[in-house]
């Protein structure tokens, strides 16, 4: 795998970590089975209308959500079984125009170390959601708002 993808994906999977936690334990929202469920759930509930809840800025949308947590921000889909460790090239590319990452590129660039990373095997996609087997979120394993893990 191309070096700034992997210093890239790791900055984003600890953030989405971060993200989730924050979802769980200060917006104290329920983690979601699947996408739809979480479209469901917003829908139901207005979050989607929301531009802020319990202090923290948020934008829900589709099967999504942004978060702004102080300097960091993420935004990420809900996978089709509820997985919050999936990406896609202009996620990740996003990612670093709002985030101090250390990783220089254009989105032609992510595409392209994605598509390179996937040919090798080294990425895994369902939809057009990829994940980083060595990354994967640990249900067993909760993570906090500052990215450690219980």
């Not at 089975?33 to 929301?50: A, E, M, P, T």
């Not at 057009?128 to 979120?137: C, I, N």
């Amino acid at each position: 795998m191309k070096a700034e993808l992997d210093v890239l994906i790791q900055y984003f999977r600890d953030a989405q970590d971060i993200g989730v936690a924050t979802i769980r334990d200060v917006l104290q929202m329920p983690l979601p089975k699947s996408g739809l469920d979480w479209v469901q759930y917003c829908c139901n509930h207005g979050i989607q209308r929301l531009k802020e809840l319990n202090g923290v800025p948020i934008y829900a949308h589709g099967f999504g959500i942004e978060l702004t947590l102080g300097e960091l921000t993420i935004d990420f889909d809900w996978g089709p079984n509820g997985e919050p460790d999936g990406f896609d090239a202009w996620r990740l590319y996003n990612f670093t125009l709002t985030n101090a990452t250390g990783v220089e590129c254009s989105h032609n660039d992510v595409i392209q170390w994605i598509d390179a990373a996937f040919e090798n095997g080294e990425l895994h996609q369902v939809g057009g959601t990829y994940f980083d087997p060595r990354r994967r979120a640990d249900a067993n394993r909760k993570p906090t708002t500052d990215g450690r893990r219980d």
